[in-house]
């Protein structure tokens, strides 16, 4: 990959190649730098590698029990990249896959590693704008679809498009319907019909072409500042990252994976290939149900898992979640302010041997990039950020207008620099040349501190960060005040603006079950007198509003409390107060 900012860069072949022996998870891999070299010339040899040692081992167990050994993954994905030569992919092409977390998915994905093509994960809840965008700014000519999931209809959906691809459907493509069937593009391909019977396939037995250089993986981004941009990894950062992920979370043979977060989304997808990089076994689950992933635990015995607060809470908390519990490892997105409740009941649940920590990451460096030790409070091992988990991280604040460095406990805008990072957002330069600094490093949007050049505390989005009197405030230390009083069962607080003033803090509540009933007044009233002995006077909230639910959005991460709708809504509650 080139560009102009800095890209995933190590210093040779043969640093990657001693580096990656000294992994304990990964193949035996003989030290001979030469012969290493020649193993480590891409994933697709890993992973050949991978079955030839163990064929028979479950990589992939899909939701409704059925197996994919490493010998049929290795199969599979063979058949499938002579498949796609045939119909043209070729080296640093894009493919498009919109389709639940199946086994399809990382046979495709391991397919392209053949090729040295490249996958962006579509997120099944995307529809025709985003879908457009996409498919022309990747340049995605081929999607892997399902012929229906959840009430969708894919392949109407993408025969609809501007940008119509060519469809690789995982169903019945007879049972398409008629007004389905006039929109679809001029090639339709069965998922069945490139694993089947190899005699035919062009090219089924030349070498692998892909190298670590090619890109590998796409994520995009949340877009809440206009259509997605598409963050592309390379085989390479891929790699180092997952090495990384396996060292520090001791990954081995005997690991387990649960991926209850969607692969299209980094959480999700680098959660599973270090399990299989490992050795492990990888089990996924399609959508998105506390009880089944409880009940998929038990039965696969899951010793890794990672997702949101939340999600780990109703787990453990599920009836189906049976003790004593062979999941004694993962880590936590602090989406809706449960972050201390997720860890101090996954430990009191399982007599301390599930010990979650707080996580940090992001589509352009990957989830899991730092991790708490687990022998820390709970209180620490709640707290988003953590240290970052290889020793070439580096982690920075800066001054969010001037761009200075600032001192470690002082909070800025978090810089990272990393070969975990990408180099930049296919067919976007104006994003790229924004999200770089002049010297490197990747600017995240986020508000947060360093401990030192590797530990940091992230608090907000800069976006959702309040500048209160001239100060920027972490609006978590007002939410978390609020929490602390016994009629608050959660609490979120976004600025709002009061011309005169500025930027002032309101809080939306929702309140205990105990207090479920009482006048709102009334608890605006004791929550005001709360804050004003508890916080320093520019802090306290100008309006409490207690609120049922807050709004959220589901997106391949995890569901997010959505803070732009609730910033709204508190300017409108504040703009008749302006007016009088």
């Not at 043979?253 to 299209?264: Q, T």
């Not at 635990?297 to 899951?302: D, F, L, R, S």
């Not at 770089?436 to 989005?461: E, I, M, P, S």
């Not at 929550?527 to 959005?553: H, M, Q, S, W």
Request: glycine share 10%.
């Amino acid at each position: 990959m080139t560009g102009t900012n800095w890209g995933p860069t190590l210093a040779a072949e043969d640093a990657i190649a001693s580096e990656y022996a000294r992994c304990p998870g990964f193949l035996d891999l003989p030290r001979n730098l030469a012969t290493l070299n020649g193993l480590m010339s891409s994933l697709w040899t890993l992973f050949e590698n991978q079955a030839a040692e163990r064929p028979d081992v479950a990589a992939l167990i899909d939701e409704t029990g059925s197996t994919t050994t490493y010998a049929q993954l290795i199969d599979q994905s063979r058949c499938v990249a002579a498949g796609l030569a045939n119909i043209g992919v070729t080296k640093g092409d894009s493919i498009g896959v919109f389709f639940p977390n199946r086994s399809a998915w990382m046979v495709m994905w391991l397919a392209t590693t053949r090729l040295g093509a490249n996958v962006v994960g579509l997120n099944t809840r995307f529809r025709t704008a985003e879908l457009d965008h996409l498919l022309a700014v990747a340049n995605i000519n081929v999607v892997l679809t399902p012929d229906d999931f959840l009430g969708i209809d894919p392949p109407s959906l993408f025969g609809s498009l501007e940008h119509r691809p060519t469809l690789i459907v995982d169903g019945d493509t007879d049972g398409f319907s008629s007004s389905a069937t006039d929109l679809l593009p001029s090639k339709v391909l069965r998922w069945s019909s490139l694993l089947g019977p190899p005699d035919d396939r062009t090219g089924l037995a030349a070498a692998p072409v892909g190298t670590l250089d090619d890109l590998t993986i796409g994520f995009t981004t949340s877009g809440t500042t206009g259509f997605p941009k598409v963050a592309c990894h390379t085989q390479r950062s891929t790699l180092h990252h997952a090495r990384a992920i396996i060292e520090a979370f001791e990954l081995n043979h005997d690991s387990v994976g649960l991926i209850p977060l969607p692969l299209c989304g980094t959480f999700g997808f680098i959660s599973a290939l270090p399990v299989l990089l490992s050795g492990g076994t990888v089990v996924l689950q399609e959508a998105w149900d506390p009880g089944a992933a409880a009940r998929l635990i038990a039965t696969h015995g899951v010793t890794f898992c990672n997702g949101s607060d939340i999600m780990h809470l109703d787990v453990v908390n599920h009836p189906d979640f049976v003790l004593p519990t062979t999941w004694t490892t993962g880590v936590f997105a602090d989406f809706t302010n449960a972050g201390e409740e997720c860890v101090r009941v996954a430990s009191e649940r399982t007599d301390g041997t599930l010990l979650l920590t707080g996580t940090y990451g992001s589509s352009e460096g990957f989830a899991l990039m730092c991790r708490w030790p687990t022998s820390g409070s709970v209180s620490e091992r709640a707290t988003n950020g953590g240290p970052l988990i290889h020793e070439d991280y580096r982690v920075r604040a800066c001054d969010p207008e001037t761009g200075a460095e600032l001192g470690h406990n002082e909070p800025g805008e978090l810089h990272f620099t990393g070969a975990n990072f990408i180099d930049h957002y296919i067919g976007n330069a104006e994003a790229s040349a924004k999200a770089f600094t002049d010297d490197g490093w990747f600017k995240t949007g986020d508000l947060g501190f360093t401990r030192d050049a590797t530990t940091f505390v992230y608090q907000a989005r800069l976006g959702d960060s309040l500048r209160l009197r001239g100060f920027l405030c972490d609006p978590s230390e007002i939410e978390y005040h609020l929490e602390d009083h016994d009629i608050v069962e959660r609490a979120q607080v976004v600025g709002a603006n009061r011309p005169g003033v500025g930027d002032v803090a309101v809080a939306f509540v929702i309140p205990s079950a105990s207090h479920t009933t009482t006048p709102h007044d009334d608890l605006e009233a004791v929550l005001k007198d709360y804050c004003r002995d508890g916080l320093a006077n520019y802090k306290r909230p100008e309006r409490i509003i207690v609120v049922e639910n807050f709004p959220v959005t589901d997106g391949p991460n995890g569901v997010k409390i959505r803070k732009v709708d609730l910033r709204e809504s508190a300017q409108a509650l504040l703009t008749p107060l302006q007016e009088t």
